[in-house]
């Protein structure tokens, strides 16, 4: 899914220029990377609200155009107000297509509603919702599928069980086994009456 955004630079800069941008519903951003001079530019608030409740926004390379020139980045981080539903701030990085870029993409977990193993009284437990990939921008994905239907009971899904896309590689695992997270997990489920036996078998120290 291809996102783009508009935008317009900015020089008047500060903590005063900022919050008088936000009361006109403004944002302020900055765009930096690709050994290219840091650019302070502005967002619409409307503009931002348009595509912040798309997952895509947060993991995938963006078409940003900053008065009529285009060029791709990445959103390494939002600030959000405390309280009212308003963006306060953007980082921008620069994307170079001919270089590789790290970022986390999503994971999706499917096919646990046919899950024999959750039939069976299985819980299904997601230790990790992301992971940190390394490719060229042309090759990241927007988020990574995780079949869960064929996990039995006592199954863990590691990192290394991942399939991933051509061209993308797991960063974690790039430095050692070591580094092979668990991301999810089937355990069965304890019934209460197992559970009751468990706190039955709890030694109490007595006093003397």
Do not use: W
């Amino acid at each position: 899914m291809s996102i783009k955004l508009t935008a317009t630079t900015r020089s008047d800069l500060g903590k005063g220029s900022s919050r008088r941008l936000r009361h006109a519903d403004l944002v302020p951003a900055i765009v930096y990377g690709t050994g290219k001079a840091p650019v302070s530019i502005t967002f619409e608030q409307k503009e931002l609200r348009r595509v912040e409740s798309i997952e895509a926004f947060y993991s995938s390379v963006l078409s940003l155009e900053i008065d009529g020139v285009a060029e791709q980045v990445l959103l390494k981080a939002l600030q959000r107000h405390a309280f009212k539903k308003q963006i306060q701030h953007l980082d921008l990085l620069r994307v170079d297509a001919t270089h590789k870029l790290q970022t986390t993409v999503p994971i999706h977990f499917i096919n646990e509603d046919v899950s024999e193993a959750v039939k069976a009284g299985g819980v299904i437990s997601h230790v990790n919702n992301e992971v940190e990939v390394s490719c060229l921008a042309s090759d990241l994905p927007s988020f990574i599928d995780v079949d869960v239907s064929k996990m039995e009971i006592g199954d863990t899904i590691h990192l290394s069980d991942l399939v991933l896309p051509k061209g993308v590689e797991s960063v974690e695992l790039t430095k050692g086994e070591e580094h092979d997270l668990p991301l999810v997990s089937i355990a069965l489920s304890k019934t209460a009456d197992e559970v009751a036996e468990t706190e039955a078998e709890v030694e109490v120290p007595v006093a003397e």
